[in-house]
């Protein structure tokens, strides 16, 4: 299960890769925001280790406006009243065009859900059929930012905001372990200093309090296995500058607690949110493990 965060996505490749190379494989994967364009990445034609060393190089190379390309008319219409977000949404859907390589999530490798949410009625629904350039566009639709996604008659924005017990669903599907791979959100540093960067941290704020409210709730039969996301975090969700350092150190941080595995990996503490005064230390930019995935053994039915 993959939770949303921008550009804190690089993250979760980081996590994906460790799993990968201790032998956890996925069997479903579940993704919101940019955890479904994640998720959907690896649920492409060819080998999980193939597609995880692409996934890399695809983050590696990826820059802001790939995602959100400024265009100043855009930005005025959307001022004025007459467009529904400040960017088109064109530089995503080409991204995933270009790089999924399948075009129905009924072709997925593996099965893969992706979360949106209605935005007339605010449920959230899980989407499993269907184009999945568009399924994906929607989950990652943040309001405002890129426009909604109209799929059979319903308006659908970032999986994110709906109300939905995604954890409970999950594991009512019959899995027997979940792993959860929060993207985190940045809790040090001197905060967002841009439009972009505000918007998506607060999105990050909001799915990370409802994933910590549905893991103290939760009751299903699945064993939880909650990764901690990486702390302390100054990136901003809005900065694709320091791509390679999150996924270096999220493979680094993950490969520990895998060796340490402590026994409660589904305390709702380690989701709890917090900060730190001042600027973080040279974790944030200083990995000490390569991001290689190494091919191991697939270990039980896992999300």
Sequence with gaps: MLTGGGSLGAVQVGMLAALHAYGVEPDLLVGTSV???????LAGPGSTGARLETLIRLWERMRRQDVFTVDLRRWLGAARGTRPSLFSGAGLERLLERNLGYDSLEDARIPVLVTATDLV?????????GPVVSAVRASAAVPGVLPPVVRDGRTLVD???????????????????????????????????????TVLTALSLLLHRQISAQLRDYVGSARLH???????LSISPADFSQTSALVARATDA?????????????????????????RPPQPDRHPTRAPVPVPGPTKGLTT
């Design 254 to 278: 993950t490969f520990r607690w895998l060796e340490a595995r402590p026994e409660a990996t589904g305390d709702p503490g380690v989701l709890a949110l917090h900060t730190h005064h001042g």
């Design 35 to 41: 955890g479904a364009a994640n998720a959907a990445y």
């Design 226 to 232: 909650v990764l901690p996301p990486l702390c302390p």
């Design 159 to 197: 999986g994110a905001i709906g109300e939905l017990d995604l954890l409970g669903r999950t594991a009512a599907l019959g899995v027997s372990d979940i792993y959860l791979l929060p993207a985190g959100y940045p809790c040090a540093g001197a905060g967002p200093r841009t439009a972009l960067g």
């Design 121 to 129: 009625t605010g449920h959230g629904l899980l989407l499993d059929s």
